[in-house]
Structures are given as structure tokens and as C-alpha cells.
């Protein structure tokens, strides 16, 4: 199973980016997935989580300008970042709870795409 991360990059405070994450290889079931940041010297923090049923939950600081959403055909998780500030500048990682085969449930992370927010 391995977790593919893209869309990070540079962008201008109060600007716009997305993210999406796309799971492959073979497993039973993709459950929750969501997505976590850590900024230099910070540990890692969470972002946003969506269920498989599309319940989702927010890191308050990220409220109302962040959106995750998922694909569960394509195995793919996005996230929507909008109003972009400077203390968003972190490593952004994806991360997906995989029931692998029945009976064996695992924890998977994506490699991280940079986001760096900076005029």
C-alpha cells in the first residue's frame, strides 16, 4: 500500500492550494483518511479527517478556509486550502486508516509535500 501525496508549492498569503493524496496498491477497505502538517520545530499536528461516509473534522485554526474532501473510487483524498496565512507553512502530510485484510487494520502516511505561504 503506498500513500502518493501532490500539490504543495508556493503561494502568496490570502492565495489558494490544493492537495490530493491518492492511495494504491491492494487492500480490503479505505477507512478514515485526513490530512496533518508539521511546521519546522513543531511537532505534527492534525489538519482535517474525513470518514468513509464523509463526516469530517477540522483543527480550529484551519476552519472555514480549509476543505477535505475524498474520492473513494479513485482512493483519493483532497484538500482545499484557501486564505492562505504564513503560520500555514508546514510539511503537509496524508495519512489513511487501511483495513488491509480482514482482521488486520493499519495506519499509513504519505511522503509530505511542502507548503510554504510567503509574499
Known amino acids: 500500500v503506498q500513500l502518493q501525496a501532490s500539490g504543495g508549492g508556493l503561494v502568496q498569503p490570502g492565495g489558494s492550494l490544493g492537495l490530493s493524496c491518492r492511495v494504491s496498491g491492494s487492500f480490503f477497505s479505505l477507512n478514515d483518511m485526513g490530512w496533518y502538517r508539521q511546521a519546522p520545530g513543531k511537532q505534527r499536528e492534525l489538519v482535517a479527517t474525513?470518514?468513509?461516509?464523509?463526516?469530517?473534522n477540522y483543527a480550529e485554526s484551519v476552519k472555514s478556509r480549509f476543505t477535505i474532501s475524498r474520492d473513494n473510487a479513485k482512493n483519493t483524498v483532497y484538500l482545499q486550502m484557501n486564505s492562505l496565512k504564513p503560520e500555514d507553512t508546514a510539511v503537509y502530510y496524508c495519512?489513511?486508516?487501511?483495513?488491509?485484510?480482514?482482521?488486520?487494520?493499519?495506519?499509513?502516511w504519505g511522503q509530505g509535500t511542502q507548503v510554504t505561504v510567503s509574499s
Open positions: 495519512n489513511a486508516q487501511i483495513t488491509v485484510r480482514l482482521g488486520f487494520r493499519a495506519n499509513y
Open positions: 474525513i470518514s468513509k461516509g464523509g463526516t469530517t
